[in-house]
């Protein structure tokens, strides 16, 4: 598939080494300029991209910016994507840390994504939020292989979200399906998922005692 990835951190330049090695045609964009990406693009024989260009005729885009930078995201970023392109958001928001108070997050009780979904104005798949980057790299499994890990996977859009599952699969992933954006409370920082090495079965369990409250650490 054309696979554009929007931002070039941990999990960007991971999911970027991985998709390249199992063959995807990888575009891959940061904040700062392709000019930036030279090494990257060296190492994994992806193309250094700007963020338009990712997206363009993109099969699934994968947004991995800060939380605060997704307002700076150009207008209408997914505009040149392909038909019925899947969205992967593997953002969080860290108030406290990061990001700064958004008063739509806090004063309206919207996840994360839903948030990011009226910026970008696309639906979007949440997962590889709580992933450790490293573990892109070193703990895919084969399917059926009893330690491989499963990863939360939330969305609105089924199509989409098959898309993505499917993906993940190609990874050396299994994947839970956490339900739409609005239950993606379930697997946001620090719930019992958040970072969960576990496979199928526990992170059911650890996705259903979730709680809806945002942890005071995780509020603005």
Known sequence: M????IGAGNIGGN???RLTALGHDVFVANSRGPHTLKELAQETGATPVTAEEAARDAEIVIVTVPVKAVPNLPSGLLDGAA?????IDTNNYYPQQRDGRID???DEGITESRWTERRIGHSVIK????TYAQDILDRPRPAGAPDRVALPVAGDDEAAKTKVRALIDQLGFDTVD?????????QQPDTP???LRAGTAEVTKALAEASPDRP???RG
């Open 2 to 5: 054309r696979i554009g990835i």
């Open 15 to 17: 999911l970027t080494r």
């Open 216 to 218: 005071a650490a995780f």
């Open 193 to 195: 998922v958040y970072g």
């Open 178 to 186: 956490t339900g739409g954006i609005d239950d993606s409370w379930r």
């Open 83 to 87: 038909e019925g392109v899947a969205v």
């Open 104 to 106: 739509e997050i806090e």
């Open 127 to 130: 997962a590889f939020n709580g």
